[in-house]
């Protein structure tokens, strides 16, 4: 049964659907299918609901951001290379408003010196970054105690 304040649309960037065939070394070897079933069994621990959605192509990430309001009540992103120059990206996150906790499977302050801009600051309510998938269920308890999810 669905409760009033328990779902996180689960949005993942350019790259993931071949996560599996990227570096292992920086991003764990998972192909994107094994990260969201991780996810989502987290997120049934926090008593939450997840959706997810994935896209190569930066409109389509910015018309479903558009939509979260309508889907669920809070957000993780992992938007990939696109945290990084992205302003239509984070122009879309601004009108979504729904909570949102940016996350990173690698440890984006410590790679190349354009990583460490986030266009998404402020916008958000956290960034975890180079916990690998551990970071997204960090993620994920973040926003189940800001949505009180796991009080129901």
Not at 87 to 113: G, M
């Amino acid at each position: 049964m669905t409760s009033a304040h328990n779902r996180v649309a689960v949005l993942h960037g350019v790259n993931f659907d071949i996560l599996e065939r990227r570096d292992p070394e920086v991003y764990g070897g998972l192909s994107l299918v094994e990260l969201e079933a991780k996810i989502a069994h987290w997120a049934r621990d926090f008593g939450l609901e997840t959706i997810f959605f994935q896209t190569n192509a930066e409109g389509e990430f910015c018309e479903y951001l558009h939509r979260v309001p309508e889907l669920a009540d809070s957000a993780l992103v992992n938007a990939g290379a696109w945290t990084h120059y992205s302003r239509a990206i984070a122009d879309a996150l601004a009108v979504a408003a729904v909570p949102t906790v940016e996350v990173h499977l690698s440890d984006v302050e410590a790679r190349d010196d354009w990583r460490k801009l986030s266009v998404f600051d402020g916008l958000v309510l956290a960034k975890v970054s180079g916990k690998g998938p551990d970071g997204y269920r960090e993620a994920l308890e973040l926003l189940a105690g800001r949505l009180g999810a796991s009080d129901n």
